[in-house]
């Protein structure tokens, strides 16, 4: 299908209910939810020192897809904003205005085809987003986030959207990270896009901009190859970029197939390029053999002068919904990723990186979505925390199994990592319930690092219904206050922390 239909052309049937697969059943039912609660119920009790909001985002068709597998993170952007204050908790839900979002309401029907090919489209967008991966705050605005495309700008009070977010015109590049950089000392946001100049594109672009939305800099790099770049690390002097082995093939696009296919003879590349002042002749690209590299935690710079970079990483295809050329993919239930550190030299002239001399498992475990305190942020830390899988914990994958639904990853606890001692503490919510991302909460007052709370959205599935749980990290292994929703949000990707005072300024 063209992805600029002549008038004649007939559109895709509508669809009159969502496809009968798993990322469409049980707790992933889409919602299509919009609403307020000014006063949660609340178990425990929410410390008064606590005063902010809790931003996340997920995915949340408003049409059923005429695509029948379409996957989950193709729906629209929907926010939650959880405000915690004087020991309550109140809740907004509303979705990004994209302009595939106001263009199917108008229209009453799914517009957009697969995830990110807009050859399957019904018409022709002019920025195809979803808006659906991310939601930062920075400089007195939300920015809802989808590495395709520019952000969306968003009140942080109403969640009302803005508009396209370009900066005042400064943004180069057609594409925008889902995971921004923030230098904790200077209010620095660091970017990036890759495919910066359009689909199938080997450009990126690099690029840093003042806590005043000024940009600073802008640096244009051509990649070794069109692969995901879905997370990034910053230190005080470098940037790293690690790109996944799944690779686009812009040919394959028009044909109507998947953005996206593993490439198991590609290798684990690491992209490092001086944070400041850089030239595209500056970029170094270090190679490891073929691995998915998932989210990243942290890095920072050690005395040598090394890069240390804190990352999960999978030794299979993590993204198995996007199989290799001959439709080879792992079983789910083989996936396993652990935290693990590199450690690069900048300044190298050989860039072939090895287990035994660059490599060091920090959790053996099976977990994802690292969090850290921010606040140290780019610098020499000690607390990683994350979701863990750990089948021994007690969940009844029995009794939950036919309301899981499917599509997302499945974690069933939240883990604290303290790097000095190697000691992993374990907060598991329930034997039906799975974790969403965490966030932390600083305490207030105080500047050690790694003390304060712990929060993250819980799915229930013996209520199917969504709870937020609050752990104190001076006791992790069990809750302070379960805070209940009369109410089902689907799985999300990612959300962040926003203290009341950071959104006044």
């Known amino acids: 299908m063209s992805a600029t239909p002549s008038s004649d052309t007939a559109l895709p049937a509508v669809a009159s209910h969502y496809p009968a697969r798993p990322q469409f059943s049980g707790f992933m039912k889409p919602t299509g939810m919009e609403g307020d609660i000014g006063t949660l119920e609340v178990y425990g009790t929410i410390p008064v020192d606590i005063d902010g909001t809790f931003y996340r985002v997920m995915p949340d068709p408003q049409f059923p897809p005429f695509i029948d597998n379409d996957p989950w993170f193709n729906g629209d952007g929907s926010i939650s904003a959880f405000t915690l204050k004087d020991g309550r908790a109140s809740f907004k839900?509303?979705?990004?205005?994209?302009?595939?979002?106001?263009?199917?309401?108008?229209?009453?029907?799914?517009?957009?085809?697969?995830?990110?090919?807009?050859?399957?489209?019904?018409?022709?967008?002019?920025v195809r987003t979803t808006a659906n991966t991310n939601v930062v705050h920075f400089n007195g605005t939300l920015l809802a986030l989808k590495e395709d495309a520019p952000p969306y700008a968003l009140d942080p009070d109403t969640l009302e959207t803005i508009g396209l977010q370009t900066f005042d015109g400064q943004l180069p590049s057609l594409t925008f990270t889902a995971h921004p950089k923030f230098d904790p000392a200077t209010g620095e946001m660091v970017c990036f896009g890759y495919e910066a100049k359009g689909d199938g594109t080997p450009d990126i672009c690099y690029y840093r901009i003042g806590a005043d939305g000024k940009f600073l800099e802008t640096v244009w790099l051509v990649s070794p190859v069109v692969a995901m770049i879905h997370d990034f690390a910053v230190t005080d002097n470098w940037v790293v970029f690690p790109l996944i082995p799944q690779v686009c093939d812009l040919d394959r696009l028009k044909q109507g197939g998947e953005h996206w296919q593993w490439s198991p003879e590609t290798p684990f590349v690491v992209g490092v390029l001086p944070r400041v002042g850089a030239t595209p002749a500056d970029v170094k690209w270090f190679r490891y053999p073929n691995c998915f590299p998932s989210h990243s935690c942290n890095a920072f710079e050690d005395a040598a002068g090394n890069i240390v970079f804190d990352l999960g990483l999978c030794d299979k295809n993590l993204f198995f919904w996007w199989p290799d050329a001959a439709g080879n993919a792992p079983a789910p239930e083989t996936l396993h990723t652990k935290l693990t550190r590199f450690t690069i030299d900048p300044r190298a002239t050989d860039l072939e990186l090895t287990a035994a001399a660059n490599v060091q498992v920090l959790q053996h475990g099976n977990t994802e979505f690292y969090r850290l305190d921010d606040r140290f942020a780019t610098q020499r830390y000690r607390h990683a925390f994350f979701d863990l899988m750990d089948p021994a914990l007690g969940t009844d994958f029995r009794a939950i199994g036919p309301q899981l639904g499917g599509g997302y990853p499945l974690y069933n606890s939240l883990g604290h990592l303290d790097i000095a001692t190697g000691e992993t503490e374990v907060y598991f919510p329930g034997k039906t319930h799975m974790v969403q991302e965490p966030v932390f909460i600083p305490r207030r007052g105080s500047t050690v690092e790694g003390d304060g709370y712990l929060l993250a959205l819980v799915n229930n599935y013996a209520s199917m219904s969504s709870e937020l749980h609050l752990v104190d990290t001076k006791d992790f292994t069990k809750a302070v206050a379960v805070i209940m929703l009369p109410l089902r949000l689907r799985h999300g990707l990612h959300g962040n922390w926003v203290d009341a005072a950071d959104v006044a300024k």
Request: proline fraction near 0%; charge should be positive.
């Open 93 to 126: 839900q509303r979705y990004v205005r994209t302009e595939k979002f106001t263009r199917e309401r108008a229209a009453k029907r799914a517009l957009l085809g697969k995830y990110r090919n807009k050859y399957t489209d019904a018409v022709e967008f002019k």
